[in-house]
């Protein structure tokens, strides 16, 4: 065997494994979804308005990433930095929107506490995604 037949077989061999390790990520993910899940996707489908998508760091590019997948395939979404919000972003969120916020921390995603309290008269649908359970709630 040559050194490219051998660095050929590795490289496929690191490609398959990393396939088998993300399906069972996938397929794990079945076991985890129920009723938050379910009034995720009620939100969503009796959204009159827009899907505003948001997080911080490396939560916001993923939330920039989803709005723009969303917005391309004929959902009307857009991103707001969580932490820009109250700095004159929430004017583009009306009560017709339902906001999804993006975080990996254990606490579930927020905007800044002065933005929350500016949403919180509106009773918008919120869906909270982090890496800890978290609940489907209205800011």
């Not at 069972?24 to 079945?30: D, G, N, R």
């Not at 939100?43 to 911080?56: D, K, P, S």
């Not at 707001?80 to 972003?89: L, Q």
């Amino acid at each position: 065997m040559n050194q490219h037949t051998t660095q050929a077989e590795g490289i496929l061999s690191l490609a398959k494994e990393v396939l088998k390790i993300e399906s069972a990520a996938v397929s794990a993910l079945s076991d985890r979804i129920g009723d938050d899940f379910v009034r995720a996707v009620q939100a969503l489908l009796a959204c009159r308005g827009r899907v505003v998508v948001t997080g911080i760091g490396k939560s916001g590019h993923i939330a920039r990433k989803i709005a723009a997948t969303m917005a391309s395939t004929g959902t009307p979404a857009f991103f707001v930095h969580a932490a820009e919000a109250s700095h004159g972003d929430l004017g583009m969120i009306t009560r017709e929107d339902v906001v999804i916020g993006i975080s990996y921390s254990k606490y579930s995603p927020s905007f800044p506490q002065s933005s929350g309290k500016a949403l919180s008269s509106s009773r918008l649908p919120a869906i909270p995604t982090a890496r800890w359970p978290a609940k489907l709630t209205s800011i």
